[in-house]
């Protein structure tokens, strides 16, 4: 039975990306050695990492705007730590928005190393909408903000104009919309979710905003280090990066994110119709603010979870249930998910609906 994969993350990923990826581990360009083998200093795979980092910045558009763009390891989450290292002066602050766990997270981090300023949060709330209308202080050393909230099911819709550096955790919709990514500094990604497998981040830097705050930055966290060594400071997660690169001509090749735009706006359109539709379900984010990329509901009686969830299984379909900080279900519909599997739970809902 064909597998309808939700899972929020390690996600699915193109069927070509798993197919290519599984012949470069058995003999990488005809090479007679592995991909997880060879060197990485190697013509080959330094041909990968050079295509998947003007890959990257071709598809936003940031190609000759002065940003680089690096494949790091460590997660998201030591993106955390360098951005404030690199960006936040000495006795500097810097502005936060604060809509999700991993808003929160890099909060805290930021508070290791100067005053942080929390310009809004919707923590009080169980972080089910986006705050609107804060204002960001001009003195700070930059704006940090989170796009896209997984376990919450929120996304900004719109980014707010300001007149210092702008700092932006994608990890989970990079490559899904068109934005003007011109208007942000820093953008990080996870792999992960629309990109590839879990084991390395994409940094997208403005170049001209670096060595500026004063400090000494340990090496391996020195952006600047890592852009002069164009990305191979210390040895890559070779993989990731290849399967990364993958997905990114997969995504070019479909039409960029102009055309995945399309699709996922179609995907979420279905889902969230049929939540707003369906008498068994409610939405778990504001309206306003729903996710493209994760979509959060419940049921408004939770006698019917057992049946709900014996359906879903019998239907193939994996990775459905929502985080323990919101209960419920959860629809992630990263690029690589087709239409074809959010019609198979939007019918299972409806059979739901047909046997109460």
């Known amino acids: 039975m064909k597998k309808h994969n939700y899972s929020a993350g390690p996600c699915i990923l193109p069927q070509e990306v798993f197919e290519k990826s599984a012949q470069a581990i058995l003999n990488f360009n005809n090479s007679g050695l592995s991909l997880l083998e060879i060197s990485h200093r190697s013509k080959d795979f330094v041909a990968v990492m050079d295509e998947a980092r003007a890959l990257a910045l071709e598809l936003l558009g940031l190609q000759g705007k002065g940003y680089q763009a690096l494949f790091l390891a460590g997660g998201a989450s030591l993106e955390f730590l360098m951005v404030p290292y690199n960006l936040m002066k000495e006795n500097g602050k810097a502005a936060y928005l604060d809509t999700g766990t991993w808003a929160n997270g890099a909060i805290k981090e930021a508070k290791l190393f100067g005053e942080t300023v929390v310009v809004a949060s919707s923590k009080e709330q169980n972080y089910n909408h986006i705050p609107k209308g804060f204002t960001v202080p001009n003195d700070a050393d930059y704006f940090h903000c989170t796009s896209n909230n997984t376990i919450f099911g929120t996304q900004m819709k719109v980014f707010p104009s300001v007149d210092i550096p702008v700092v932006c955790d994608m990890s989970s919709d990079i490559f899904s919309r068109v934005i003007d990514f011109s208007k942000f500094d820093i953008i990080y990604a996870g792999a992960q979710k629309n990109m590839g497998p879990a084991g390395t981040t994409l940094v997208i830097i403005k170049e001209d905003i670096l060595g500026k705050n004063g400090r000494v930055i340990p090496s391996m966290l020195d952006y600047a280090k890592h852009i002069k060594a164009e990305s191979m400071y210390n040895t890559p997660p070779v993989f990731p990066v290849y399967a990364s690169l993958l997905t990114l ?28 539709r369906n008498p068994l379900f409610k939405g778990a984010a504001a309206i306003e603010d729903r996710s493209n990329m994760n979509a959060t509901f419940l049921l408004n009686d939770e006698n019917h979870a057992a049946t709900f969830d014996a359906m879903w299984k019998a239907a193939g379909i994996s990775g459905l249930p929502g985080h323990r900080s919101v209960g419920g279900y959860r629809a992630s519909m990263y690029n690589a998910l087709p239409l074809e599997s959010v019609q198979v739970l939007v019918e299972v809902m409806k059979e739901l609906e047909s046997k109460i």
């Open 249 to 276: 001509q997969w995504l070019k090749n479909l039409g960029g994110i102009a055309a995945i735009e399309k699709i996922n706006n179609a995907k979420a359109a279905l889902i969230y119709t049929e939540i707003d």
